[in-house]
């Protein structure tokens, strides 16, 4: 009975880990990775919501890349949790914001310029998690911010491009 008692027993939040990242390192990497999967949470809602209200003459484009663009997330979105945890930290779910209803009134353009702004905020605060992963030798870690922000500065290149003059 005592090894159930043991089993059931809550568990400290960290775990220790002896890969060679510190764990001083370890939490505030997982820090802000929390922030960075919270953004790219409600991005991820945004471009969604953004691909069904789209209307007008450039209907067609926007509402092929946005698809793309909540798919490559959805998958990433796994991915940045998932490193979360393996550092040892426990991930939390991101709040998605009400404010999101206003989207619905915006023009074509309007919501492309919405969409490159987030996109352009996430990838700051990748930066800083990328700071913060390098300063502790994880370079697993910086080597998943490179790939995602790969993907979001050629998802802004692409979403400029769709409404360019
Ligand atoms: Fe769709």
């Known amino acids: 009975m005592a090894s ?4 059931l027993a809550p568990k400290p939040s960290v775990e220790a880990i002896a890969t060679g990242i510190a764990a001083d390192g370890r939490a505030r990497i997982a820090e802000a990775l929390q922030d960075v999967l919270g953004a790219s949470y ?16 450039l209907f067609h484009p926007i509402h092929v890349l946005t698809e793309a663009h ?4 959805f998958a990433a979105i796994d991915t940045i949790a998932e490193r979360i945890r393996a550092l040892g930290h426990p ?18 353009k309007e919501l492309v310029e919405d969409l490159i702004a987030d996109h352009e905020a996430l990838c ?42």
């Open 124 to 165: 700051r605060s990748m930066r800083d998690a990328a700071s913060e992963a390098e300063e502790a030798d994880d370079i697993v870690t910086n080597d998943m911010l490179v790939a995602r922000l790969t993907f979001h500065e050629k998802a802004i290149w692409m979403l400029r491009a769709v409404v360019a003059d």
């Open 91 to 108: 991930t939390a779910a991101p709040v998605i914001g009400t404010e999101m209803t206003k989207v619905t009134t915006m023009s074509a």
């Open 42 to 57: 409600r991005l991820l809602v945004k471009t969604q919501i953004h691909h069904w209200n789209v209307v007008g003459p």
């Open 4 to 7: 159930v008692s043991r089993a």
């Open 70 to 73: 909540y798919e490559d997330m």
